[in-house]
């Protein structure tokens, strides 16, 4: 289909001189005398790119312009203009113009000028639904009422500038609605730059969020930009902020009150125009009254504060993950969706998430890869969950019922196992990994395993 160019100008011999060398480019003109009809035109043919003079009655090009872009705002507008001027056409290119043409036209550049114009559309166009089809992977599933609230106020702040303070366990999700708030904001044309302040090292932390100048430490031979640099115009998303240090704290309320930093090893002030949304597991109120966060600066991140609810605390929303995270795979991987039992999936509703969504997220993603049949059965799913799930439907249905042990040590023995098997499916039977998490040497973990009877090679 041949693209459609808007021709707005009160001339007539122009908008006919125009029809013809757009018409034998190929291209299907369409044409208006004035901004009120080109309105009009607009919504009825929802053209390509507009070509718009700026001097016409009733509403001139700039009001057009303006408005065209309220209801249209990825629309490519080419300004023209007999009597332009630097002011009117950095005017035109701040309300979003792509360039600015001088008549007398030529007729040459008219067409250079439509066809680049045409092409940095597509640009757009395909940027935006790559954008989109990227959310869709980061996006908040579910339709209980903890996160419907919490989808209606991610939208409602992100129109907003405001400073936001995430808080939630490991894998509740606290980046989707980073991300989520970013995406419906007006900011999301611009950079979404994510760092984890957990990660870090202590002493290279300052230089990946303010930048260093060259030779500010051993190693650094150029200039590097920090992040905040980086999402200047977009948003800066601080994962993990309660391990960041009290002197980096400091810096960090800094740009949030004034707006600018310097760089490691430099003098001149930079100023940035960022959103923070920072987020944390931990405790920020008890932090505060340990002295290992400032106060202030809990209260600059703390304007709109969104809690992120646990797994267990919305079971019913398990199916729907469980359904996202297969269609997921299955388009990664180019293979037909698999298919869940309802057994199946009220197993897993049984299981109590310690690991929350990214367990749960594991998990499907193991099941996908490791089912060789079309249907995922309950005995597919790891023993560890399983017999979890199966121990809290017992406890639900016989409160209070005395076990069935004869010692202490059995007791022990037997939560014992069933929290190192928790574990290990946590770290993907990582033996290295969960014996770090549950602060035992590896040696010991692998003792243990063995006199439980736990196969390592699972």
């Not at 089809?133 to 903890?146: E, L």
């Not at 419906?184 to 990946?208: D, G, T, Y």
């Not at 998990?363 to 490791?370: F, G, T």
Request: hydrophobic share 40%.
């Amino acid at each position: 289909m041949n693209e459609t160019i808007l021709v707005v100008d009160d001339e007539q011999n122009i908008r006919t001189a125009l029809a013809g060398i757009l018409e034998d480019e190929g291209y299907r003109p369409v044409f208006a005398k004035d901004g009120l009809e080109a309105l009009d035109m607009a919504k009825k043919e929802n053209p390509d790119l507009v070509l718009l003079d700026i001097w016409m009655p009733r509403l001139d090009g700039l009001e057009t312009l303006q408005a065209l872009k309220e209801f249209h705002p990825l629309l490519t507008v080419v300004m023209m203009s007999g009597h332009g001027t630097i002011e009117t056409a950095v005017k035109s290119t701040k309300l979003g113009a792509y360039d600015f043409i001088e008549k007398p036209l030529s007729l040459e550049k008219v067409l250079v000028t439509v066809k680049n114009g045409l092409d940095v559309g597509r640009l757009k166009a395909e940027n935006d639904t790559l954008r989109t089809v990227a959310f869709k992977g980061h996006d908040m599933v579910g339709n209980t009422p903890a996160i419907l609230q919490l989808q209606e106020q991610v939208r409602r702040v992100a129109a907003t500038n405001a400073s936001v303070l995430i808080t939630g366990e490991n894998g509740t999700g606290k980046e989707l609605v980073a991300r989520a708030i970013h995406y419906w904001s007006p900011r999301k044309e611009k950079p979404f730059v994510e760092i984890n302040c957990a990660a870090l090292p202590e002493e290279l932390i300052e230089s990946e969020l303010f930048g260093h100048e060259k030779g500010a430490f051993t190693g650094a031979v150029a200039q590097k930009k920090g992040k905040f640099d980086l999402a200047d115009g977009g948003t800066i998303f601080l994962d993990e902020i309660g391990d960041m240090s009290l002197k980096t704290q400091a810096k960090v309320l800094r740009i949030l009150q004034e707006r600018k930093f310097e760089r490691v090893g430099g003098t001149k002030t930079i100023e940035v125009d960022v959103r923070v949304v920072a987020a944390t597991n931990k405790d920020l109120p008890g932090e505060i009254r340990g002295g290992t966060f400032r106060e202030d600066l809990f209260y600059r991140l703390n304007v709109v504060p969104f809690t992120v609810p646990p797994l267990r605390e919305r079971r019913d929303d398990i199916p729907l993950l469980v359904e996202h995270f297969l269609a997921i795979f299955a388009q990664r991987e180019g293979q037909e969706r698999k298919k869940v039992l309802p057994e199946t999936v009220e197993l897993l509703k049984g299981y109590d998430w310690p690991g929350n969504v990214r367990e749960l997220r594991n998990i499907i993603e193991r099941l996908v890869i490791m089912t060789p049949g079309k249907v995922i059965t309950p005995d597919q799913v790891p023993d560890s969950i399983g017999s979890a799930a199966a121990g809290r439907e017992g406890e639900a249905q016989h409160p209070g019922a005395p076990l069935e042990l004869n010692s202490l040590r059995e007791a022990r023995e037997g939560f014992e196992r069933e929290f190192i098997l928790q574990k290990l499916e946590e770290n993907g039977w990582n033996i290295s990994r969960t014996a770090e998490v549950i602060e035992l040497e590896r040696s010991n973990l692998y003792r243990k395993m063995k006199s439980y009877g736990i196969d390592a090679r699972k």
